[in-house]
């Protein structure tokens, strides 16, 4: 077996082979909520405030955190309606934004703009928005 090289030369044009490699670990990584979010968004949902989640993760990921903090009370509740990409939002006219954007619960991959349409759209239905 090849062994990598000590000094910065040699090892400035050596590479890793590709062959007879052996799998040492897999590693994942998680952001748990912070503790007492869940609490919160309970407190506020009970209190008659609509959670929504604005991200810029990748909706998968935040269909995941959603229903780990209680924003979702699962992932069967992920539906076209409650989760949406920013970009599909982005898209729509602002008529069709006022129209889904009660229903909304979650958006991923969403940019600073997309938060800002979403409140304009819930604003122009006249409620209250907290960001």
Same mark, same amino acid.
């Given at each position: 077996k090849e062994k990598v090289p000590d000094n910065e030369e040699q090892l400035a044009h050596w590479s890793l082979p590709?062959?007879?490699?052996? @799998? @040492?670990a897999i590693v994942g990584i998680k952001d748990p909520c912070r503790p007492g979010v869940k609490d919160s968004v309970q407190l506020?949902?009970?209190? $008659?405030?609509?959670?929504?989640?604005?991200? $810029?993760d990748n909706v998968k990921t935040a269909k995941a955190i959603a229903v780990e903090c209680g924003i979702l009370s699962s992932l069967a509740d992920a539906t076209e309606r409650t989760v949406i990409e920013g970009k599909t939002f982005r898209a @729509?006219?602002?008529s069709e934004r006022e129209e889904i954007a009660d229903s909304i619960s979650v958006m991923g991959r969403s940019s600073p703009n997309d938060k800002l349409l979403l409140v304009q759209a819930l604003r122009r239905k006249g409620h209250v928005v907290a960001v």
């Open positions: 590709d062959d007879d490699l052996v @799998l @040492l506020c949902q009970k209190a $008659g405030v609509k959670v929504k989640m604005v991200t $810029g @729509l006219s602002d």
